[in-house]
Structures are given as structure tokens and as C-alpha cells.
T-cell receptor, first 114, second 114 residues
Framework: AQSVAQPEDQVNVAEGNPLTVKCTYS??????LFWYVQYPNRGLQFLLK??????LVKGSYGFEAEFNKSQTSFHLKKPSALVSDSALYFC????????????FGQGTTLQVKP | GAVVSQHPSRVICKSGTSVKIECRSL??????MFWYRQFPKKSLMLMAT?????????EQGVEKDKFLINHASLTLSTLTVTSAHPEDSSFYIC??????????FGPGTRLLVL
């Protein structure tokens, strides 16, 4: 069965420091991977995706993610965190069935402190 | 990016009444839309996949007769919560799939059933 795991419920970083939000996946075949961010009482905003090509994917707001096939990981990174990056982050993989639905991780709360 | 809207953003209703939530893709056509339910600080639970011109596909455990989904056009899907009860109170989020790859999410609808 396909699945996504975000091993950390919460990540705390100081403003200006690099941040990493971890994600591992389990799928059969080549994965379509996504990162979304959710601010309180809002929907999810698309950050970036990996479909094929370069393993390092750059997305919105300075975020990037590295696809690592051998480690089945797709960690989200940013070189310098901002307080405004504090939010709930979701990793997702596309179900390769007909509906193309997304399978989400449980979410990681990122707290960036001044 | 592609824009998805939801209406209303917040609704309060009495127990036993029905509530309709609209999801619109504003600048693209979406043959497939998805409806999610999210509990506080929790991941999203997929309720159903909405296909334009055909019946929705419901996830296991989701009552079809209670959560009616209609996808009458390529830009509009509606979710009707029939005979709502307090346990239906939740944050409902829709998404629309763009170019068969990326899902873009609406801002969500907060439903409170008294």
C-alpha cells in the first residue's frame, strides 16, 4: 500500500537558521511527490512537486525539496527560516490509480522563533 | 497558480438542516475535484472524488446519502451535508486537479452545527 510518513509532529527553528521538514514515502513505481503548507483556518497552498527530472526541486517562498530515491525521502528545506514560515506542512504522494488522489502525511508543524 | 474558491467560508446551522458548500476552479477547468474533511491539527481525510458528469467516488466509511456531491460543470462541484448533526462540525476543504498532476485547494469552509 502507498503511504507517506512525516516523522516529526513539530519542528522548531530559530529565524535565520536553515530548516528541514522530513518526509518519507512508500509507493510502487515512480512517485509523484508534493509539499503543501497550511496556515490557520485556511486551505492548503501548493509549494512544490517532483514528477521527474532534477532531484532538487525549487518551489514557492524560497522552499526546495530533494528527491532521494534510495532513501525514499522527499525532505523540504529552506536555507533561512522566517517567522512567517510558521505553519502546518504536508507531504503527499499521488495515488497511481485512476482517481489520482493524494495520500497525505500526518503533517508537521513548523515553529520559527524570532 | 491555479485558483480554487469555496463558498461559504463559514456556516452555522441548526441540527437537522442541510448545508451546501460550493467549490469552484476560477481559472481552469477541472474534470476531477476532491472533497476533504479536516479535524483540528490533523491531516486531511479524503471523503470523495468528484468527477464531472458522473457519480462521485466515495471513500470507505463515508455515507453517500449524507454527503451528497454534484459536479455538474468543469468548474463547479458542490458538497451538501444533509440532516447535519453536531458531529458533522468540521473544516471542509475541496481541491481541483490541474493538468492531471497538481491539486489546488480551496480556502476551506468551517461548518458548525448547533
Amino acid at each position: 500500500a502507498q503511504s507517506v510518513a512525516q516523522p516529526e509532529d513539530q519542528v522548531n527553528v530559530a529565524e535565520g537558521n536553515p530548516l528541514t521538514v522530513k518526509c518519507t514515502y512508500s509507493v510502487s513505481g515512480n512517485p509523484y511527490l508534493f509539499w503543501y503548507v497550511q496556515y490557520p483556518n485556511r486551505g492548503l497552498q501548493f509549494l512544490l512537486k517532483y514528477i521527474t527530472g532534477d532531484n532538487l526541486v525549487k518551489g514557492s517562498y524560497g522552499f526546495e525539496a530533494e528527491f532521494n530515491k534510495s532513501q525514499t525521502s522527499f525532505h523540504l528545506k529552506k536555507p533561512s527560516a522566517l517567522v512567517s514560515d510558521s505553519a502546518l506542512y504536508f507531504c503527499a504522494v499521488r495515488d497511481m490509480g485512476n482517481t489520482g488522489k493524494l495520500i497525505f502525511g500526518q503533517g508537521t508543524t513548523l515553529q520559527v522563533k524570532p | 497558480g491555479a485558483v480554487v474558491s469555496q463558498h461559504p467560508s463559514r456556516v452555522i446551522c441548526k441540527s437537522g438542516t442541510s448545508v451546501k458548500i460550493e467549490c469552484r476552479s476560477l481559472d481552469f477547468q477541472a474534470t476531477t475535484m476532491f472533497w476533504y474533511r479536516q479535524f483540528p491539527k490533523k491531516s486531511l481525510m479524503l471523503m470523495a472524488t468528484s468527477n464531472e458528469g458522473s457519480k462521485a467516488t466515495y471513500e470507505q466509511g463515508v455515507e453517500k446519502d449524507k454527503f451528497l456531491i454534484n459536479h455538474a460543470s468543469l468548474t463547479l462541484s458542490t458538497l451538501t451535508v444533509t440532516s447535519a448533526h453536531p458531529e458533522d462540525s468540521s473544516f471542509y476543504i475541496c481541491s481541483a486537479r490541474f493538468r492531471e498532476e497538481t491539486q489546488y485547494f480551496g480556502p476551506g469552509t468551517r461548518l458548525l452545527v448547533l
